[in-house]
């Protein structure tokens, strides 16, 4: 984790400086070595949130994206009690999750339930097969052109063709990061890839983006729910003309 609580405030790792994790609230010490990003550890294995895991530095330098206050927000459901931790809840009230190994679809489809409006983060570079796929997206991509302005919204039919299975179904905006632990450099995309949820003329809408239009698509929250809802629906109405990408 990247932060503590020192003295009933959020800290980063301070060397020597004994904290406590915000969710189980056991002790916590600093990892602050020159090869890793710093960050919290608990000191002994503990029930913390279950579907916390151990973090790579791709997720911790997503979670660092974005502001301290932003990050590993603690959620109560008021109804159930049911209690966990985000990666990272906007002022706006976006969840997004940064997920870098592999989720079992019933955890996934448990968290959407349980954060609603929400963004995933997934590194795309995990499996050497999903890394292989998104090789082809120019091809497999058609770009949605109204008039003759170009719209940087995509149309793929066959989702199979670029996007690991698993994911597929998920009813809330997916955002796939090739440049992850195990990306080939000379080889993946620097873009990132916004698969949007449902199906619209057929296919599936695709957004390539660069890191810095991810995060600008977060603080405009034109990722939310509502949002996403609206850009398909506006989609659904075009007469199309397409333009290969």
């Not at 602050?32 to 949130?49: F, L, P, T, Y």
């Not at 629906?233 to 075009?238: A, D, G, M, P």
Request: hydrophobic fraction near 35%.
């Amino acid at each position: 984790m990247l932060t503590a609580i020192i003295n009933s405030n959020r800290s980063r790792p301070i060397p020597g400086a004994v904290g406590q994790c915000p969710f189980c609230k056991s002790e916590m010490i600093p990892r602050c070595g020159e090869v890793r990003i710093h960050h919290w550890a608990h000191k002994s294995k503990v029930d913390c949130d279950p579907w916390w895991e151990p973090e790579t530095d791709w997720h911790r330098n997503w979670k660092n994206e974005f502001p301290l206050r932003w990050q590993e927000h603690v959620f109560t459901d008021q109804d159930t009690g049911e209690r966990h931790i985000a990666d990272v809840y906007t002022l706006a009230e976006l969840t997004v999750e940064i997920q870098h190994s592999h989720l079992d679809p019933k955890e996934r489809r448990a968290r959407e339930d349980f954060y609603k409006n929400m963004l995933w983060v997934v590194d795309g570079s995990r499996l050497k097969g999903d890394r292989k796929k998104i090789l082809g997206w120019r091809d497999a991509l058609t770009e949605i052109v109204q008039g003759s302005k170009r719209t940087n919204l995509f149309l793929l039919s066959d989702a199979n063709e670029l996007f690991p299975r698993d994911w597929l179904q998920s009813p809330v905006p997916i955002c796939f990061d090739y440049v992850g632990p195990n990306a080939e450099t000379e080889t993946a995309p620097t873009l990132l890839f916004l698969l949007y949820p449902g199906t619209v003329h057929g296919g599936r809408l695709v957004e390539p983006l660069t890191r810095d239009g991810l995060l600008r698509a977060i603080y405009s929250e034109r990722v939310h729910m509502p949002a996403v809802r609206g850009i398909l629906q506006n989609v659904s109405r075009l007469r199309l003309s397409r333009m290969r990408s």
